[in-house]
T-cell receptor
Framework: DAGVIQSPRHEVTEMGQEVTLRCKPI?????LFWYRQTMMRGLELLIY????????DSGMPEDRFSAKMPNASFSTLKIQPSEPRDSAVYFC???????????FGPGTRLTVL | SQQGEEDPQALSIQEGENATMNCSYK?????LQWYRQNSGRGLVHLIL?????REKHSGRLRVTLDTSKKSSSLLITASRAADTASYFC????????????FGTGTSLTVIP
């Protein structure tokens, strides 16, 4: 298995632009998580899906952030409009709902100028 | 932190020495995990210990859990340069199924 796949790996954009991050979970995993990691705040859970349904989005910082999971093999995290304080590494992770271990993707490093 | 903390924040040791990292949490938990993150990479699961276990081993890793003190430790024996990474203590958020709080992490440097 290729593991969790994220794209792009790096994204540099200007303030106000729309940013879309993509994730392909491990095949067969039915839980998917989006995290944000910064030096100041560490690793924060933004939203998680179970069987493609958003279960808890209380970690989404603002309405500028939205996430979708149209099918079991694909999820997006969108920021519109982006701001410099959104600069961070965004991780996607997946797991089996019956297990506690999460498998992380390599992350997308986002820089908003 | 309101959730807990890890110490030390950073640790530097010589190859071959043992490294010990500690974690404290504030809620009641039924399991605790440790993850490793190499620079520029995603987190990788190392080991899980359940609340009815006091100690668990995996290769050169030894994890302890003291639920009365709400603390855990990760010991890496005979460290190698490749062990250089950040190590995170992870425990479930209250009243959730598979949502977790990730500690602040310990940055370990093993000097060859």
């Amino acid at each position: 298995d290729a593991g969790v796949i994220q794209s792009p790996r790096h994204e540099v954009t200007e303030m106000g632009q729309e940013v879309t991050l993509r994730c392909k979970p491990i095949s067969g995993h039915n839980s998917l998580f989006w995290y944000r990691q910064t030096m100041m705040r560490g690793l924060e859970l933004l939203i998680y899906f179970n069987n493609n349904v958003p279960i808890d989005d209380s970690g989404m910082p603002e309405d500028r952030f939205s996430a979708k999971m149209p099918n079991a093999s694909f999820s997006t995290l969108k920021i519109q409009p982006s701001e410099p304080r959104d600069s961070a590494v965004y991780f996607c992770a997946s797991s089996l709902a019956t297990q506690l271990e999460q498998f992380f993707g390599p992350g997308t490093r986002l820089t908003v100028l | 932190s309101q959730q807990g903390e890890e110490d030390p924040q950073a640790l530097s040791i010589q190859e071959g020495e043992n490294a010990t990292m500690n974690c404290s949490y504030k809620t009641s938990i039924n399991n605790l995990q440790w993850y490793r993150q190499n620079s520029g990479r995603g987190l990788v699961h190392l080991i899980l210990i359940r609340s009815n276990e006091r100690e668990k081993h995996s290769g050169r890793l030894r994890v302890t859990l003291d639920t009365s003190k709400k603390s855990s430790s990760l010991l890496i024996t005979a460290s190698r340069a490749a062990d250089t990474a950040s190590y995170f203590c992870v425990w479930p958020l209250p009243n959730t199924g598979n949502q977790f709080y990730f500690g602040t992490g310990t940055s370990l440097t093993v000097i060859p």
